[in-house]
């Protein structure tokens, strides 16, 4: 009967994700100005609302400039919604790049429970030094640091060390998250680089989905109940 419950959980997750249509492509210079500032645009999907971006790079004018970063929306393999950003972050020097990408994420329905962060730091060629290191902050109105996570990849000649998905719990649902990325690349002696990079959103769940999934499991204790009392008889 356990089995059955995730069963339906887990149907009950892909429906509710099944049919929403993704935003459309969109780049990062379509919400920052030429110095790197919140021109005012606003990107949506799904019942999130992402505002007031800024993209600043250090030195500056490294690639990717803004115009090279696509943002789009984004579901992880969880049905949890997001935005994510690609772009060909690679150093060509081999002193470090450091990039600011800052936003703010609204939401108008459940609050927001959790904050997940991936991405695909890589190091190459296999065995060569170097650091690609994201380190994320959220923060609400009131509370500007509610935690840090991280992704990376390093390796200081002592072996390569990884970590492409990490994950912010809250207290409390909140309505409203400020977002920093601090991207950081050093080549060493080969080369670091990421070209993406996810964000989504654990919310509170929905009275509907709750309720039906309850149901799911209820037709299919009643469904068993039935099964076994037909065997016995």
Known sequence: MKRLCILVAAVTVWLAGAGVPSAHAAFLSDF???????????FVFDGFTFSNFSFTAAPPGVQPT?????????????????????????PTINNPQDFQLHYTVS??????????LGGNP?????????????????????????????????NNGSGIVTQAHDSLVFGTPLQTLDISKDILLNNGTGIASIS????????????????????????????GLKRRRSMAS
Request: glycine share 18%; net charge negative.
């Open 32 to 42: 920052v100005d030429a110095s790197g500032n919140s021109n005012g645009n606003t």
């Open 196 to 223: 993406i990079i996810d964000q989504t959103f654990s919310v509170v769940p929905e009275p509907g989905s709750v309720v039906l999934m309850g149901l799911g499991c209820l037709g299919m204790a009643g469904y």
């Open 122 to 154: 890589t190091l190459s060629p296999v065995g060569s030094t170097g650091s690609v290191i994201v380190t994320e902050g959220a923060g609400t109105a009131g509370i500007p640091d509610l935690g840090h996570i991280q992704i990376y990849a390093i």
């Open 107 to 116: 939401t108008n329905g459940p609050g927001i429970t959790d904050l997940h």
């Open 66 to 90: 803004p115009n090279a970063v696509t943002v789009n929306g984004f579901t992880d393999a969880f049905g949890n919604k997001g935005i994510e950003f690609g772009g060909a972050f690679l």
